[in-house]
């Protein structure tokens, strides 16, 4: 059987709305009206994906963000009134997937559900780990597992997305846009500014000196590219 669907919105009208559409697009769907029952029903069974509300009663959407991206790997889309850019940046930088403002359409919200989750069927899973720099950093693609400096880092899916986009053409030059349409797939207008919020996250994790980092360098004026040298297979 599928894994579910799991829709984390307090509205009741809402939520059967959202249901009623993915049913009908032949997916299986749980809801739950709080951060706590959503955390209940996750670790019962590990959805598909989820579909966030931030205003939830008991508390903000964006811890429950986090604390469900640590039990396991399935995109999270978050679906909020609030829509400010920094508000949606933010959320990206928390690991979200993909970011939906309110009033939204079931049948827009289906197809987002669709992508995401192709993105995650095809984000790089290759046979062999990319290494580099003689081993001190490890990508495996299939795993979704990176080693650096011989301990296992942890990043958010979208922040391994980012990684592996980067690494997997050393030495090339990539835009912001490049990088979100690339690594995450969001062509709206100003998102490419959360690539910047994940590179910091990813500089603070696999540098040894955040702000003198050997694998991923500044193109000042254009964005970023990877410095590592890939080992010989």
Request: aromatic content about 8%; charged content about 30%; proline content about 5%.
């Amino acid at each position: 059987m599928q894994p579910p669907i799991l829709i984390v919105e307090d509205d009741l009208k809402i939520a059967r709305i959202i249901k009623a559409y993915l049913e009908v697009a032949d997916f299986r769907v749980v809801h739950a009206e709080t951060a706590s029952a959503a955390l209940e029903k996750a670790l019962q069974e590990l959805p598909l994906a989820v579909i966030l509300d931030l205003g939830l009663p008991d508390r903000p959407g964006e811890e429950l963000c986090q604390e469900l991206k640590e039990l396991g790997e399935f995109p999270v889309i978050m679906l909020t009134a609030k829509s400010s850019e920094e508000e949606r940046i933010t959320g990206f930088a928390l690991g979200a997937d993909d970011y939906v403002v309110k009033p939204a359409s079931p049948r827009e919200l289906v197809y987002r559900v669709k992508s995401v989750l192709k993105r995650y069927d095809n984000s790089g899973n290759g046979d062999r780990p990319l290494s580099f720099n003689a081993a001190d950093l490890l990508l495996d693609g299939k795993r979704h597992t990176v080693t650096c400096h011989n301990e296992l880092c942890v990043l958010t899916p979208t922040e391994f997305k980012v990684l592996f986009t980067l690494a997997s053409v050393p030495g090339r030059t990539w835009s912001r846009d490049e990088l979100v349409s690339k690594a995450l797939g969001y062509q709206f207008e100003g998102y490419e500014r959360s690539v910047d919020a994940h590179i910091k996250n990813l500089r603070q994790k696999i540098e040894r000196d955040s702000r003198n980092p050997e694998y991923i360098k500044t193109v000042y004026g254009i964005g970023y590219l990877f410095a590592g040298v890939r080992d010989a297979v």
